[in-house]
């Protein structure tokens, strides 16, 4: 008996030597351990034993069923991990091939630059409004202090649409009157106007008929030039580095009393002067000023009591220094080939 | 506007100064010279002829040798009169002229030429006329010294001042004389004002001339007279500041009213006392008058219109052009000299009426000096009898109805300081006020102050400000924030909604354009969905830019063209903007167009194409992700014209109609484009509300999938309808996943298989009651539209 249970250990050890399949595997348990296995046969013969001979056989029977199952369990789990590995190894891919290719949406460079400069605007309290692009003469010029025959309506050649009463608004500030005169408790008011505007201007590489300006317009008692200053500081390091300077030098709109024209220090050369300042270290960026008394009175509200201020600029300029463009109708191209897509500022 | 600094000497002294540094002073005080030239060429030089032969193979040409100072060129030169021991002006080698011409080293007909002999007009001195071709090359006087700047032998060794004027200081800013007070008010220098006057005759001009004016629209008319001028060339100082302010001398009488006009800005007009006769009378124009005006063009006027005229014909049109009948010429001996005041806005209709501007019309519009009105008359007597030899007669003619009440304006060292955001003391405010040269009070720390008639453009409180702050220097003042409650802003309106859109559409890939409003007639002529009246532009710059859109969609399609003519296959796009019919009727239009490939790996045989149905899904995507999930919906539409009848629908929310969506007219467009356009002004009539969370169902759902065959003709939607209506509150989810066209089913038939998903949120469901009820829907579904299923 003793012998039979050696034997089968070492067959049963031998058969599983060598590259051996899942299914061999299977067999070779059916053939010990299945219902007409070896090892059940010997088993099996138990019954014909004596006590004394069953007590010690069953013993090294029980010994070699415990050790044929392990010794088939390791195997079987040798055979799963070669079988995995070769999968893995199967189905290793070339990284270095192209992902696909998943479009990414980009805003206009107009609207990019709009977008993040709202971002600032809005952390700042200022809320963003829009107005009607066919405006009324009298929003464009009559109530921003600039009366018909006004010589300053020149420089803002207009598109006219009915009767001189109509037109194309030639600069976003109506949105400022028109947010002025529905306010009706002539509140403070804290505001930016985005916004498309026109002129009759031919299309050249610093001109185009349709362009985009950006107002900003805060009324509160006790405004003064130096918390413009301030704001159009906060702006120009948004827009061109921690470094930049702003500097104000005298102008004049007809809706500001006084009226200044802001610079900031070239983003390019530092300041030192190149071609893009034109030598001169300063760029000029937009105009503002002090809301004029009668832009205030016309639209109800006491210029004894509040002041405030407005600024303006142009958002093809600002795109074309902080981009580099050099043609402003490129904007208006949309060649797709062009793609600002990243986060900007 | 052109000043010239030697001029500009006579009146406040700036011979210490610097004159690139006084530039930037002014220009910090705010009235910005744009340019400061100096005439000074590099390479440009005094050349003295030594000698001058026959070039050996031509027959007009010379060889020079020219001596400019370090060394002998030579130099070849085509002009007749170049000759030998002459002082010419020699551009040398390396030399930049007007019009970005440069001299370069050069061989002509096998002879070096090291430079070039300048005419005035290569130096862009004078006109390129044939006359002064002609005259060949410019020749110095004998004195110019070798080497040296020749422009200092041309009368122009001036600094110009080129003045980029903001309105309001074109009326002070334009002359000399008002120049001279705003750099005396930035130096704190006085003005020193010129010589007027003269030796007049015994003669009276009135008993000579009879001046009436019947129209309050001439303020002030001033007349004088001067006999037995003698037309000549002018003197040297007026030809070359005329020059160097950019105008053109043409005899000593005509010199001196210009002269005059940049001296104080107050144009004259001078008439021809012989033709003009012995009467003046200014009127408005009579509708329908004419008269032929120095240009030699013939001008109809209006009654809008102010003339000067003899008694009965216009003489000249007032404040913009003389009539030729009474005009200057060189048998001119008497002359009449009108100095006069009208009415700024009436000069400004009738200069942009007749489209005829002119430097005097500028002055007029931006309103004048009353001042300087006298002093100007005076003045250009003296000139005319220094320099025109002229007999002044005695007294002036004068009319005058100007109200010559001082303007007077009140301000607080409070108030400058709240507005400006500094600290000025009195002294520092008192200080600004003497330099500009305003008269002032000071009460209790106000300052009444009167202002001079030459600073038409500072009437009040503010204006006051700016003039103190302005010379004070604004770069004294420091930034700060204002101290405001802290709040975040908001999108107010509509906009919130466009930026929410636009930031959907991008994630899904789409680039935003930004294109014209303005566009053609027959481009928007072409699409004609939910038209109105389109707003033409009164004045149009050009056809093409003529009309206000009523839609994008036009404007995508020019930029699809420029993209595909530009080599992009895949096509994106997206654009908001506003668009008008009628002037009052304000919409936003959202507009995507797709065409070519969304998505691809070409390696990997990946290709998503756009379709219909993948922009169904990407403004679906957008819908649902404004919040209007499950209200959506699309109804075929097979008349939108310029649309492809087969494959166009109308969107719904809560079934209104809020835009449409299709494939592009093969008429139109022969490459397959895809297009939607939205009304957002309809999208946002309809309301959303804020997410909300729900309890996800605890209980397992069972999915039936059928196949349905139909008519090709029928729509899905129609069979979705009524399963989801027989399949009632347990019918959880209906799902299209497949659709079949082809053999085994009729020629004319489609079959379409979905995928329902029962689910009850009470219980687990039986699979027996889920089988009974999906047989029902089967049923019902084939009886009512009368169809079969697909086994």
């Known amino acids: ?345 | 506007m052109r000043i010239s600094t030697s001029w500009l000497n006579d009146y406040v002294d700036i011979s210490d100064e610097n004159l690139k540094e006084l530039a930037d002073k002014i220009t910090n005080a705010g009235v910005n010279v744009e340019t400061v030239e100096e005439y000074n060429t590099p390479n440009l030089v005094v050349g003295h002829v030594l000698e001058c032969e026959m070039h050996p193979d031509s027959d007009h040409l010379h060889v020079c040798k020219v001596d400019v100072g370090d060394e002998v060129l030579q130099i070849v030169c085509g002009a007749p009169n170049v000759g030998a021991d002459k002082k010419v002006i020699v551009s040398k080698v390396g030399c930049l002229l007007p019009g970005d011409i440069e001299i370069k080293k050069s061989v002509m007909r096998g002879v070096e030429s090291n430079g070039m002999l300048c005419a005035l007009s290569e130096l862009g001195l004078e006109e390129d006329t044939p006359e002064n071709h002609a005259k060949g090359i410019h020749i110095l006087p004998d004195e110019a010294i070798v080497g040296s700047n020749p422009y200092n032998y041309l009368g122009l060794d001036d600094t110009i001042y080129n003045l980029d004027l903001n309105p309001n200081r074109e009326a002070d800013c334009t002359n000399h004389i008002g120049f001279a007070y705003e750099v005396a008010s930035v130096l704190g220098r006085r003005v020193e004002m010129p010589e007027t006057w003269s030796n007049p005759v015994k003669e009276s001009v009135t008993d000579e001339l009879e001046v009436d004016v019947i129209t309050d629209n001439c303020t002030m008319y001033n007349a004088r007279k001067v006999k037995n001028v003698v037309i000549k060339e002018s003197p040297e100082f007026i030809r070359n500041r005329l020059t160097n302010c950019g105008m053109r001398s043409i005899n000593n009488v005509v010199d001196i009213s210009n002269y005059i006009m940049l001296e104080y800005g107050q144009p004259l007009h001078f008439f021809d006392a012989k033709k003009l006769g012995n009467s003046i009378l200014v009127r408005m124009a009579e509708d329908g008058e004419e008269i032929v005006t120095l240009d030699n063009e013939t001008r109809k006027l209006t009654g809008e219109d102010i003339v000067i005229t003899d008694g009965e014909k216009p003489v000249a049109i007032a404040g913009i052009m003389g009539g030729i009948n009474s005009c200057i010429d060189e048998n001119t001996t008497d002359v009449v000299i009108e100095s006069a005041i009208f009415d700024p806005l009436k000069i400004r209709y009738t200069s942009k009426r007749l489209d005829l501007k002119s430097e005097a019309s500028r002055r007029y519009e931006h309103g004048l000096n009353h001042e300087y009105t006298m002093n100007a008359i005076d003045r250009a007597c003296y000139l005319l009898e220094k320099y025109a030899d002229a007999e002044v007669l005695s007294d002036t003619i004068t009319h005058d109805i100007i109200d010559k009440t001082p303007k007077v304006a009140k301000v607080s060292l409070e108030k400058i300081n709240t507005l400006l955001g500094l600290e000025l003391t009195l002294e520092d405010a008192k200080r600004s006020l003497e330099n500009l040269q305003f008269p002032y009070e000071l009460k209790e720390s106000e300052f009444i102050v009167t202002i001079p008639i030459r600073r038409g453009d500072v009437s009040m409180r503010e204006d006051l400000v700016e003039e103190i702050g302005r010379l004070y220097g604004y770069d004294k003042i420091v930034g700060k924030l204002p101290k405001l409650d802290v709040r975040r802003g908001v999108y107010v309106g509509n906009v919130g909604l466009r930026k929410s859109i636009s930031k959907r559409l991008r994630s899904l890939g789409l680039n935003e354009t930004r294109t014209y409003t303005l566009i053609s007639p027959s481009m928007d002529s072409l699409f004609q969905y939910n038209r109105g009246n389109s707003i033409t532009l009164l004045k149009p710059m050009s056809v093409d830019k003529s009309i206000v859109r009523q839609t994008l969609l036009l404007s995508l399609l020019n930029v699809y063209d420029y993209n595909i003519a530009h080599g992009v296959k895949n096509i994106n796009i997206y654009e908001i903007a506003n668009t008008y019919s009628d002037v009052d009727i304000e919409d936003e239009k959202l507009t995507v167009l797709m065409s070519g490939e969304y998505m691809s790996n070409m390696w990997q045989g990946i290709k998503v194409k756009a379709d219909f149905y993948l922009l169904k899904g990407i403004i679906e995507n957008t819908l649902e992700y404004l919040g209007y999930k499950g209200r959506i919906s699309f109804a075929e539409s097979c008349d939108i014209p310029n649309m492809h009848p087969g494959a166009t629908a109308i969107i719904n929310i809560d079934n209104r109609e809020v835009g449409f969506i299709g494939k592009i007219h093969p008429l139109l467009c022969k490459q397959e484009v895809y297009c939607l356009e939205i009304s957002l002004k309809k999208l946002a009539e309809k309301k959303t509300r804020g997410f909300k969370f729900k309890e996800m169902n605890k209980f397992p759902s069972i999915v039936k999938d059928v196949a349905f065959v139909m008519p090709d003709d029928m729509s899905s939607s129609v069979v979705e309808k009524e399963i989801k209506r027989s399949g009632g509150k347990l019918l959880l989810d209906i799902q299209v996943f497949d659709l079949y066209k082809g053999d085994n089913i009729g020629n004319n038939e489609k079959s379409i298989a979905y995928s329902l998903t029962f689910e009850s949120e009470e219980r687990t469901l039986t699979s027996d009651e889920v089988n009974d009820l999906f047989n029902r829907v089967i049923d019902e579904v084939c009886t009512k539209l009368n169809l079969r299923i697909r086994n």
């Open chain 1, 1 to 345: 008996m003793k012998e039979k249970v050696e034997k089968i250990k070492v067959e049963l050890k031998a058969s599983l030597e060598g590259n051996i399949s899942i299914q061999d595997l299977a067999n070779i348990k059916a053939e010990y351990l299945g219902k007409k296995g070896k090892i059940t046969e010997l088993s099996n013969q138990l019954k014909d034993l004596s006590n004394e001979e069953k007590k010690e056989f069953g013993k090294s029977l029980n010994e070699i069923k415990t050790y044929a199952i392990s010794l088939i369990d390791e195997k079987s789990k040798s055979i799963e991990e070669a079988i995995l590995n070769e999968k893995l190894e199967k189905e290793k891919i070339d990284i270095s091939l192209p992902g696909v290719t998943v479009k990414n949406g980009a805003p206009s460079m107009i609207e990019g630059l709009i977008e993040s400069l709202e971002e600032l605007f809005l952390s700042m309290g200022y809320d963003v409004v829009e107005g009607p692009e066919v405006e009324k003469d009298l929003y464009n010029f009559e109530l921003l202090n600039l009366p018909k025959g006004h010589p300053a309506r020149d420089a803002q050649d207009t598109f006219y649409i009915k009767d001189e009463e109509i037109l194309l608004r030639s600069q976003t500030s109506p949105v400022q009157i028109r947010t002025m005169l529905s306010n009706e408790d002539k509140s403070s008011i804290r505001i930016i106007c985005p916004g498309k505007t026109y002129r009759r201007d031919d299309d050249d590489a610093t001109h185009t008929h349709q362009f985009t300006q950006m107002e900003g317009l805060l009324i509160d008692k006790g405004i003064s030039l130096a918390d413009l200053k301030g704001t159009l500081d906060i702006i120009a390091k948004y827009l061109f580095g921690e470094k930049t300077e702003t500097r104000f030098r005298s102008s004049f709109y007809p809706f500001t009393e006084p009226s200044v024209e802001f610079d900031v220090s070239c983003h390019a050369c530092s300041g030192k002067g190149c071609p893009i300042c034109k030598h001169t270290g300063w760029i000029t960026v937009g105009g503002a000023g002090m809301v004029h008394p009668k832009v205030l009175t016309n639209c109800g509200y006491n210029p004894d009591i509040v002041s405030g201020f407005a600024f303006g600029f142009g958002i093809e300029r600002l795109a074309m220094l902080k981009y580099g463009v050099t043609d402003a109708r490129t904007f208006y191209t949309n060649d797709l080939r062009v793609n600002p897509d990243r986060r900007e500022v």
